[in-house]
């Protein structure tokens, strides 16, 4: 059977001081692969999906994250280190017997692409492509 690509976006906003305090609308988009289910037409349900993206996002949003998150107390906070922060989120909660895989996330700040993550089958982060 044919693997289909979808994708879901959610949103939020943040500060963090990396050189000086910032604050940013960020978009996270995930996508997410697999077969067509005969049944439902579905690849998977939004309302499956969103919770988990919810879940992930709301550790972030409207948070200082140098103080608020122990994760960027150890890493330094910014689009890289946040897209990082949210594969571990999803992926450490994904079904791992799942038909559908999470197979990229994509971080925008604005209209403004900052930083894509590509995930391998065994959901270990591949690589990490930063273009600013």
Same mark, same amino acid.
């Given at each position: ?6 994708? *879901? ?5 943040? !500060? &963090?001081?990396? %050189?000086h305090?910032? +604050?940013?609308?960020?978009? #996270? ?33 409207? *948070? ?5 998150? !122990? &994760?960027?107390? %150890?890493?330094t906070? +910014?689009?890289?280190s946040? #897209? ?49």
């Amino acid at each position: 059977m044919d693997e289909l690509i979808l994708s *879901r976006k959610v949103y939020f906003c943040c !500060a &963090y001081e990396a %050189e000086h305090l910032e +604050g940013h609308n960020f978009t #996270l988009e995930a996508f997410f692969s697999g077969p067509m289910d005969p049944v439902t037409g579905l690849v998977i349900n939004f309302s499956d999906l969103d919770p988990l993206l919810k879940k992930c996002v709301d550790q972030l949003d409207h *948070r200082h994250l140098n103080r608020d998150l !122990a &994760y960027f107390q %150890e890493q330094t906070p +910014g689009p890289k280190s946040i #897209l990082h922060f949210c594969a571990k989120q999803i992926l450490s909660q994904w079904p791992k017997d799942s038909l559908v895989q999470p197979i990229k996330l994509k971080l925008t700040q604005g209209e403004e692409s900052l930083t894509d993550l590509i995930l391998t089958k065994d959901k270990t982060l591949m690589r990490n492509l930063f273009a600013l």
